[in-house]
């Protein structure tokens, strides 16, 4: 029996070819690739990949090998950034994706399983995965099958000298594999200039209406809309208050509706009293806490919205992060399992 979804997250596709163009283009003379990993940033991977691959997108970047699978179906070129585990040697042989080897240890277990194309990691500076500038220059890569050349920047976002030192130190590298191609620029690398771009750039934030850099806004569009449906209207007397502990008091007779969404669906607490729903532009404030599986919102200004009506979040990422200090990423990364995508 088909149950009817008790949320949506409505994925504009538009929005999201859109933005990977407009990112397309700032990385100029770079191929634009696209990081799908966390389920495409919480948005559905595969309808994520599929669109990109639409709109002319060839490199693909997943966090493991479960992800990879997930995409296999589409043919696309998949490139898995956490490497190679003893665990995901079988998978890797039997070219689902390529790895990103980060490691010696991984570059040794690679060759040893037989070798062929592969991405490597390399650290400057971030101190996360890769395998050294040195080892590099000392030819730990010597004769591996290398498709791409990655590093990744620590603080793209900023504007700091540890940019430059990452990217020279990226750069001191060209001629020192067998590489076809250098990618270094997340989202917010890409608007670090093209400088920063090489080969192939690889943006997820962006791609999914987050703002890297505040200098990126204006070109990207929201793309992740989470929708939700009034369970039940109340009117709440004045002195009245909603939620858990009491945090909001009516100061007037006040017209309720109390919708399916929680932060257990990743509606962050951190927007309690700061949120709202929005219907035919007009504003619904989320009153009070946010509990697990419910939010209340004021419906005042709508008082024609009854139970069963669908309302859209207000889930601009941008200001969302900054009311309620959640980063986009987690904002985005942290829809839950109960949402239809699409
Ligand atoms: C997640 C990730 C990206 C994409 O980063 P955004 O900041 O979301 O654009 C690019 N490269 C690597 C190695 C990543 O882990």
């Not at 009817?4 to 504009?12: C, F, K, Q, S």
């Not at 992800?67 to 003893?86: I, M, Y």
Request: hydrophobic residues 45%; contains cysteine; aromatic residues 6%.
């Amino acid at each position: 029996m088909d149950i009817a979804a008790p949320l949506r997250l409505r994925v504009d596709r538009d929005a999201l070819r859109s933005n990977w163009q407009a990112l397309d283009r700032w990385s100029g003379a770079a191929a634009c690739g696209a990081a799908v990993k966390a389920n495409g940033y919480g948005l559905g991977a595969s309808l994520v990949a599929e669109t990109l691959a639409g709109a002319g997108c060839r490199d693909f970047f997943v966090a493991n090998w479960a992800e990879a699978l997930a995409l296999a179906p589409l043919g696309l070129t998949v490139s898995v950034l956490h490497g190679l585990r003893a665990e995901d040697v079988a998978t890797a042989r039997a070219g689902v994706a390529r790895p990103v080897l980060n490691s010696p240890e991984q570059v040794a277990r690679w060759r040893e399983s037989g070798g062929g194309p592969c991405d490597v990691m390399v650290d400057t500076g971030i101190n996360r995965l890769g395998v050294s500038v040195e080892a590099v220059r000392d030819g730990l890569l010597d004769g591996l099958e290398i498709e791409t050349l990655l590093s990744h920047l620590a603080c793209a976002d900023e504007d700091v000298p540890m940019n430059a030192r990452q990217r020279s130190a990226f750069a001191s590298l060209k001629g020192h594999s067998s590489a076809r191609r250098m990618s270094l620029a997340n989202s917010a690398g890409i608007g670090l200039g093209a400088d920063y771009h090489f080969d192939l750039t690889r943006p997820g934030l962006a791609l999914y209406g987050g703002i890297p850099r505040p200098d990126m806004a204006g070109h990207l569009r929201q793309v992740g809309f989470p929708e939700a449906q009034i369970l039940q209207r109340r009117r709440v007397p004045a002195g009245e208050t909603v939620g858990y502990n009491a945090t909001w008091t009516a100061p007037a007779d006040t017209e309720v509706a109390i919708l399916n969404l929680g932060y257990a669906d990743g509606y962050r607490r951190a927007l309690s009293g700061l949120g709202a729903a929005m219907a035919d532009g007009k504003t619904l404030p989320v009153l009070g806490r946010v509990s697990m599986d419910l939010l209340a919102i004021d419906v005042t200004a709508r008082p024609d919205l009854a139970e069963g009506d669908w309302l859209a979040m207000d889930y601009d990422l941008a200001a969302a992060s900054v009311a309620s200090g959640v980063s986009q990423y987690e904002l985005l990364t942290g829809l839950g399992q109960r949402f239809a995508r699409g």
